[in-house]
């Protein structure tokens, strides 16, 4: 292996082996990456940069690998996005109502990631309280996604809600970023960046620490530029925690070890209801070349139906405003966070400081949470909600006794211009309509970039798995990038 | 239920029945909170005993402490109440200062205990049968403190979180008397079980009462939910106004609203609080954060098998293996602390005069300097000593009360008290000989007086006895000085 001429090229697998072997040290590699985020400051992709906690991180690594105590991940530079609570530094979930807020305590995955000797390079920007396909939404501004168009200055979105995580990645600001997915938030700013992302079983990461949006399908996971570089976070992120009761104990495996294993004799499911009407052909088309890759590397193509998907959507609209309107209940200005000045009463202390708190995407999905709980709504929308959740869930048990992993698009467009969808909500939300099932489902899925619009674009396709099989997600993810051979980057356009 | 004699209420139009059911809230004894680790101790410094959790910060989850659910299963069982082995907790959701997180994690329709049932002794005699529609498990709120600045409301959260049972009743009492036997049989179980120290003072078991009325015989009537009605005394004031009130309503010619009412026991009155109309929407849902409790067939017996015997049982075998009248067996097994102490200084002693001596000479003294049993300053050991002195004559009855007395106020082993104070009572007959051949001679006008009327007797008894300081047996001084004025037996 050769080193690369500017180390924030590096692969995280590349800068582990380089930084073990003592080829550039912690604190070397972790500079470049501090230079590159400040000189990438046009894109917003960071909330708050933490330099000197990120130095002091890698001078411990450096000691210890000195001593040839390093440990999997040793001085490796992550970002993280803004959800996770880190003990100590500023943690927004993109939102003004916690503009103020530094938690005293760690969330179970950046611990995790800690404990594996990762070096923090600061928190990275999202949609508030991760609701967002665009990175719109936050209260930090938005994220810019580092592709532009051929030809084109015109300004991207980075998708959402992990608009930070994937545009850091993507534009050479970290080795690999944390993210989250509730309905697609790591696997749609993933494809749009060119980036891999995978979202895991639900259950397999803790929620301990990491803002709610809607608990029943949040669950976080790696963006990273390789697939090999996501199987080695996702290990080191997931964790049995006894803090989260929805933690679930499998054990984790070494993904990277399997990742190699090739897709030959597997088969994947091709799911009908994925074609959707008034799709860019050129989504339909890199369907199938995804397809064909996987069957000239050996896997047999198998025709499924996931009949309740055209219910996905709708019930995604329901379920997570549903919880979203009560997680989101505690931020009431009383004990931390924002609170409005010159109020009257208690009444008045929580209308002020939420309205003023929350934006107008937060406010509207609580209000319709609160819309679809309320008595004599809550059977027509809520209850029947779980029902169909209950049929997708089964759609997807019955198609994975024909198949194994099942392929679909990751998107149904790629980046979009700022500003361009955010007038109408509902445009904005079907940017989920392909990955919001697998949350529904609790199922593991990534998104591979597989390929460029006519526009130079990248676009994904996206894998999901069976229930805590991320290890065959990210086999067949990995034999998709190396017949992809996805090479193309950004140009640093935002380096003045 | 209606054979019984209840309470009717007189109104101008005739006689009314009051319908009452109650929901208890009591506090489950555990060391820490339902879903936190945050001490539960009353009384400490406010704020003391908060977790993150229980503050609701960003990113914090619920785990259930399986010793409160343990806790409610083994209140199930002493409610003969079926256990739900799937039950659910839901958000219930509301915004008030005290509830951090926006909404109470409870059991809404899958509670973990169902149907029950708690029998109450009337004063007449009678066992009514209440029944218990449900048991579930919730978390309190903390407490608002309105008092302490002048322009500011402060929070205390130290209960917040804390794990509460509550314990819902069918309809079934009938009358103010009923609803305290209950609450007090109710307080009695779970004390004997454990499962909650049922301290209305310090708050860890309080009542809403749902009063209705109608005329005996009719459907039930629209009830009120009185809030807030924290001592047994309150409970009767509170039943009785709000009874009396509907009674009042319904005879001008008004009907009842369903509705909230708070008791204000400084007026002994119930107030309007909020109409159902005005009621709150929770918006319940099943909490996201916490799987459906599933409970195993073993663990459940498990605990049934750990049960103490409860009062009804306790008192069954009162009167069964002691012949102890049903009255004071019901006394005694109300506090298990009671039975225990009873239990102890009977042992081996005749069953009834314990119990007389516990009625007259134990209660009375702990009545007289304001104690409970637990703080009775005569060990349960010390007293089956005195009764087992009193029953093979080594004391008198009268000297008993003496030893009781001392050992009371100073402390002390009886039987040394005795010894060291010479109280052993004198069977000897020539020390009782020499003491009535004293008076004999000192009186000698009074034992001709007595040979003619016999019953005089009982005045050289009561000489003797002064002359032996009281340590005489009695009985040997009355065989004794019979004999000697030549007085038949049975004079």
């Known amino acids: 292996m050769s080193l690369p001429a500017d180390p924030t090229r590096f692969t995280l697998a590349d800068a582990r082996d380089a930084v073990k072997a003592k080829r550039i040290s912690s604190t070397e590699l972790t500079k470049t990456f501090i230079k590159a985020i400040a000189d990438a400051r046009p894109l917003n992709a960071f909330i708050t940069e933490t330099p000197e906690h990120a130095l002091k991180m890698a001078e411990a690594s450096d000691a210890l690998i000195a001593k040839g105590d390093a440990r999997p991940l040793e001085g490796l530079p992550l970002a993280i996005k803004d959800l996770f609570c880190t003990k100590g530094v500023r943690t927004t979930a993109g939102s003004r109502i916690l503009s103020n807020f530094i938690p005293p305590y760690e969330s179970t995955v950046t611990q995790n990631l800690w404990d594996a000797g990762a070096v923090m390079l600061g928190k990275v920007n999202m949609d508030e309280f991760a609701m967002g396909s665009s990175n719109e939404t936050s209260y930090f501004k938005p994220v810019i996604n580092p592709w532009r168009a051929k030809n084109s200055n015109q300004a991207l979105v980075p998708g959402g809600s992990s608009g930070g995580s994937a545009a850091a990645t993507s534009a050479f600001l970290c080795l690999g970023a944390t993210a989250t997915d509730t309905g697609g938030s790591i696997r749609q700013p993933a494809a749009v960046t060119g980036t891999v992302g995978i979202k895991p079983t639900y259950g397999r990461c803790s929620r301990w620490g990491t803002v709610a949006f809607a608990s029943s399908l949040d669950q976080a996971g790696p963006i990273t530029r390789t697939v090999r570089d996501a199987a080695i976070m996702l290990r080191h992120m997931a964790s049995v925690d006894p803090k989260d009761s929805t933690s679930v104990d499998v054990p984790v495996p070494d993904y990277e070890a399997t990742l190699e294993g090739g897709v030959k004799g597997m088969r994947i499911g091709i799911p009908k209801e994925y074609r959707i009407d008034g799709a860019p052909p050129e989504i339909e088309a890199l369907w199938q070349k995804g397809a064909e890759w996987l069957k000239a590397a050996g896997a047999e193509l198998v025709d499924i139906s996931l009949p309740h998907t055209k219910y996905a959507l709708p019930v995604y609209y329901i379920v997570a405003p549903a919880e979203a309107s009560s997680n989101l209940a505690r931020y009431d200005g009383v004990r931390y966070g924002h609170r409005a000045a010159g109020v009257k009463d208690i009444v008045d202390l929580y209308e002020k400081s939420r309205a003023e708190g929350f934006g107008a995407e937060v406010r509207r999905r609580i209000l319709i949470g609160t819309y679809v709980l309320s008595a004599g709504y809550y059977d027509a929308f809520y209850a029947r909600a779980q029902k169909l959740r209950t049929l997708i869930l089964r759609d997807f048990t019955e198609a994975f006794k024909k198949c194994d992993a099942i392929l679909t698009p990751a998107t149904p467009c790629a980046a979009f211009a700022m500003g361009e969808k955010t007038a109408d909500p509902v445009t904005m939300y079907l940017n989920d309509v392909f990955t919001v099932t697998a949350n529904l489902a609790g199922l593991p899925g990534i998104s591979v970039p597989a390929g460029l619009t006519a526009d130079g674009l990248p676009l994904g396709l996206q894998v999901i798995g069976k229930a805590f099989d991320e290890a065959t997600v990210l086999k067949v993810g990995r034999s998709m990038e190396q017949a992809a051979n996805f090479t193309a980057t950004p140009s640093t356009w935002w380096r003045v | ?491």
Request: with cysteine; hydrophobic share 40%.
């Open chain 2, 1 to 491: 239920m209606n054979a019984r004699s209840a309470k009717l209420i007189e109104g101008t139009t005739g006689p009314w029945e009051i319908v009452i059911g109650l929901e208890v809230h009591a506090q489950v004894l555990s060391q820490s909170k339902l879903f936190s680790g945050a001490a539960t101790e009353f009384g400490a410094e406010p704020n003391t005993q908060v977790s993150f959790v229980d503050a609701a910060m960003p990113g914090m989850l619920p785990v259930i402490n399986e010793y409160c659910v343990e806790q409610a299963v083994r209140t199930g069982l002493g409610l003969r109440a079926k256990i739900n082995k799937v039950s659910v907790f839901d958000r219930k959701n509301y915004f008030y200062p005290d509830l951090p997180a926006g909404y109470q994690i409870s059991q809404y329709k899958n509670p973990i205990v169902g149907e029950g049932e708690v029998l109450i002794d009337l004063q007449g005699g009678e066992t009514v049968r209440v029944g218990i529609e449900r048991l579930h498990l919730e978390q309190d709120a903390g407490k608002s403190l309105h008092d302490q600045h002048p322009d500011h409301s402060l929070v205390d959260l130290n209960r917040a979180g804390v794990a509460l049972m509550e314990i819902v009743t069918r309809p079934d009492m009938r009358s103010s008397e009923e609803a305290a036997a209950f609450l007090r049989k109710l307080r009695a179980i779970v004390r004997y079980l454990g499962t909650c120290d049922g301290n209305m003072d310090e708050g860890s078991m309080r009542a809403d009462v749902n009063v209705s009325v109608r005329k005996p015989g009719a459907g039930l009537g629209t009830r009120c939910e009185i809030k807030n009605v924290n001592s047994m005394r309150f409970i009767a004031q509170a039943v009785e106004y709000e009874a009396r009130r509907q009674v009042d309503l319904l005879e001008s010619g008004g009907t009842i609203r369903q509705e909230t009412r708070l008791f204000d026991a400084r007026a002994g009155e119930t107030r309007s609080m909020r109409s159902k109309e005005e009621a709150h929407d929770y918006r319940y849902f099943p909490d996201p954060d916490l799987l459906p409790l599933e409970l195993e067939q073993a663990f459940i017996d498990r605990i049934a098998a750990s049960l103490p015997e409860l009062p009804d049982d306790k008192k069954a075998r009162f009167i069964k293996d002691y012949g102890i009248p049903v009255y004071d067996a019901g006394v005694l097994v109300a506090e298990r602390e009671l039975a225990d102490y009873y239990e102890a200084m009977a042992r081996g002693a005749d069953a009834k005069l314990a119990v007389n001596w516990l009625n007259n000479e134990i209660l009375g003294r702990l009545n007289r300097d304001g104690l409970s049993i637990v703080d009775c300053p005569v060990s349960a050991d010390a007293n089956n000593a005195i009764l087992a002195m009193m029953a093979d004559g080594t004391i008198s009855g009268k000297i008993a009360k003496d030893v009781l007395d001392i050992v009371w106020s100073d402390g002390g082993d009886p039987r040394e008290v005795v010894e060291r104070r010479g109280l052993r009572q004198v069977t000897d007959t020539g020390a009782i000989e020499a003491a009535i051949n004293a008076v004999i001679a000192a009186n000698p006008q009074k034992v001709e007086e007595a040979m003619a009327k016999p019953k005089l007797i009982g005045w050289f008894v009561g000489q003797v006895m002064k002359e032996t300081g009281g340590k005489a047996n009695p009985q040997v001084v009355n065989d004794m000085l019979k004999t000697r004025l030549g007085i038949a037996d049975g004079g």
